[in-house]
């Protein structure tokens, strides 16, 4: 904290009127990085048509680039450290995945893409866990994009799919 403290031109007493300690910092700063992605991610997807390609694009986007990004990693992946669980703890992980999915889904749904009644933290929790199984994936090298591009349109989009749709594979 002194260090930061030096940095920005403050003491320490008034970094810690900001912040209560350094995972506090911390967790600032990796969602300020966290929403600048989603912002770049936002202007990617936006390009695609309806909920199935944004779904799928999304999820890419995100594992791509979260899986180089070490900041990025920590909204995307909880590590069982103490800031990941205070990440958990303080609702940051579960804001963040709604900023990212909320208007997505708000708009398919106003669209009739998706079928309702959903739980809205249901269907954000399990597309952030398809995220990080695609971006481990992509680490370890069991595929590629277009691997996973196929992998999500099979499995991951018939869940949002009304009866009355289909989805191009």
């Given amino acids: 904290m002194d260090d930061v403290a030096c940095e920005v031109g403050l003491s320490r007493p008034s970094v810690y009127r900001y912040f209560a300690d350094r995972d506090d910092l911390l967790i600032e700063l990796i969602t300020r990085h966290a929403r600048a992605l989603l912002d770049r991610a936002r202007k990617s997807v936006s390009r695609q048509r309806g909920l199935p390609d944004q779904i799928v694009e999304t999820i890419l986007y995100t594992a791509e680039h979260g899986r180089r990004d070490p900041l990025t990693r920590h909204v995307i992946v909880s590590d069982g450290t103490s800031l990941g669980r205070r990440m958990i703890a303080s609702g940051t992980t579960e804001m ?68 009355n749709a289909q989805v191009v594979v």
């Fill in 96 to 163: 963040m995945r709604a900023e990212m999915w909320d208007p997505l889904l708000d708009a398919a749904l106003a669209n009739n893409e998706l079928p309702p009644g959903l739980p809205r933290s249901d269907i954000r929790l399990w597309l952030g866990d398809v995220t990080k199984m695609v971006m481990r994936g992509l680490e370890d090298g069991e595929g590629d994009v277009r691997r996973y591009r196929s992998i999500l349109r099979r499995f991951v989009l018939p869940a949002f799919v009304s009866a």
